[in-house]
């Protein structure tokens, strides 16, 4: 999508579609991605619960992923996960 | 025509803005513009105007407040004065960005500290960055004008800006002045009705005040310079309107006595009319001295300031704050940049006075030109100087 010029700007930049926030994907910021070993997941969802971004989904076999769209790398998934299944692995 | 009357110029700000059909207010009580905080309240408690009146716990939460009213389709209104504009500053960028048509009346005080509640213009300076449209009135009769025009101005389509319309503390406010409050029928027929360029209403989502990053920031700041720029013209075109309708005629820079002027005074605000009986004074003892009134702050108008400074010898430019460790006062910054290309221009002279309250006299005024004057050497020119600091 082309960058709109100031010219195009509409006045005061009002965002007249709703939820477009979702077309911005915030995952360009990451340098660090969560990968989740599951034998060692039980399960309990509190990556799901702590992930600020709201971007940690469950699966339809009942374990958890990012969605790297929007995932930040922030890495509170991996801080809260006390049985110690999520790791931080650098971004290539 | 309205009608002649006497009253405390606060008081009636609040009446003029009462006959602006303000959908609300919100205004904290701050010295010296508490009357009008108090006159609007009693307004809206006596059902004399049909509005909401936000009691707020500060100028914060009353700039806050406008803002989300503004959004919502609201016309409002607020004013504050020194301490409570400095804690609404955060919020005076959001929305002249938001292009939400508020208008504020600002009760001209100085800044603390050292604590003060008298009048001089430390406390608008800080906000003169925040993209809002900047007026000051000289007396009570312009308060009133500049008021209910500011509506006007800030809701015209080609606008779309907060305006606030800069009042000196007590010298102004406190005074009562004779003038002509204009009728509620004039007041109707001059004024249309508020049309919001967007409105938060659950019929239509919108976002207000969205994040930008770097790959849009510069085009909204481009285009917030752009329209305020642009607003001197329908500022000019409401001014000439009003003066069509009541008679009273605003310009951006006014002037007096200065065709053939060899020293020029360039005041802002109150002063202005003190320092105009000082040029009659010389004028009789043949001093060749004239007054330029500078209305407009922003947008600053640099086409008329250029057009009526390029020829004379001398400018003594009045500042009533001071930039600290820069080039002098505000005005007199912005005064001499506007100038620097010209071919041909002034020495300018810069007194920083009237601070805090420290009392003017038209012999003050007299003693700068005096001063200026016999600077035969220009070795004063291009600095500043406290008037009548003790040494």
């Avoid at chain 2, 500053?89 to 603390?112: D, F, K, Q, T």
């Avoid at chain 2, 607003?231 to 069509?244: C, F, L, M, N, T």
Wanted: hydrophobic fraction near 40%; proline fraction near 5%; charged fraction near 20%.
């Amino acid at each position: 999508m082309a960058l709109k010029t100031w010219k195009e700007l509409p006045i005061g930049c009002v965002v007249s579609e709703p939820g477009s926030a979702s077309e911005y994907h915030t995952g360009s910021w990451r340098s660090q991605r969560p990968i989740w070993k599951n034998e060692k997941c039980i399960k309990c969802g509190i990556c799901y619960v702590y992930c600020p971004e709201g971007c940690v989904q469950q699966t339809e076999d009942g374990f958890f992923q990012a969605n790297l769209d929007y995932c930040k790398g922030c890495g509170i998934c991996a801080h809260e996960c006390w049985p110690h299944a999520i790791s931080m692995v650098e971004e290539g | 025509m309205g009608k002649r009357i006497g009253m405390e110029v606060a008081v009636a700000v609040a009446e003029a803005v009462g006959l602006c059909n303000i959908d609300m207010a919100a205004v904290y009580p701050i010295t010296p513009q508490s009357h009008i905080a108090e006159h609007l309240s009693d307004l809206v408690a006596d059902g004399r105007i049909d509005a909401e009146f936000v009691t707020v716990e500060s100028e914060h939460s009353a700039m806050s407040a406008v803002i989300g009213a503004s959004g919502a389709g609201a016309r409002s209104y607020t004013a504050t004065s020194s301490q409570g504009l400095m804690y609404m500053h955060e919020l005076l960028p959001i929305a002249s960005a938001m292009r939400l048509p508020i208008c504020m009346a600002i009760a001209n005080r100085a800044v603390s500290g050292p604590l003060n509640i008298l009048n001089d213009h430390t406390d608008i300076m800080p906000q003169r960055d925040s993209g809002w449209i900047s007026i000051f009135v000289e007396n009570g009769q312009e308060a009133i004008d500049m008021s209910i025009m500011s509506f006007k101005i800030a809701e015209h389509k080609d606008v779309m800006l907060p305006v606030n319309v800069n009042i000196d503390g007590f010298q102004l406010t406190h005074m009562v002045e004779p003038f002509e409050m204009p009728t509620q029928e004039e007041v109707n027929q001059f004024l249309p009705p508020f049309v919001p360029h967007a409105t938060l209403h659950p019929s239509k989502p919108v976002t207000m005040g969205a994040f930008a990053m770097s790959d849009y920031f510069a085009e909204i700041m481009k285009a917030k310079d752009e329209a305020i720029k642009n607003s001197k013209k329908v500022i000019v075109d409401v001014w000439d309107e009003w003066a069509k309708m009541f008679g009273r005629k605003y310009q951006p820079v006014e002037t007096y006595q200065v065709e053939d002027a060899d020293v020029l005074m360039l005041t802002m605000g109150s002063m202005g009319e003190t320092a105009q009986i000082a040029i009659d004074e010389l004028r009789a003892k043949g001093v060749k001295a004239g007054l330029v009134k500078l209305r407009l702050w922003r947008p600053f108008p640099l086409a008329e300031i250029k057009a009526v400074l390029k020829n004379v010898k001398k400018l003594i430019v009045t500042d009533r704050a001071i930039s600290f460790g820069g080039p002098g006062g505000p005005v007199f910054s912005e005064v001499k940049s506007a100038l620097y290309a010209e071919a041909k221009r002034p020495l300018i002279y810069n007194y920083i006075y009237g601070l805090g309250g420290r009392d003017m006299a038209v012999k003050d005024f007299a003693g700068m030109f005096e001063k200026v004057l016999a600077d035969t050497t220009n070795q004063e020119s291009d600095t500043y100087e406290f008037w009548g600091v003790r040494e």
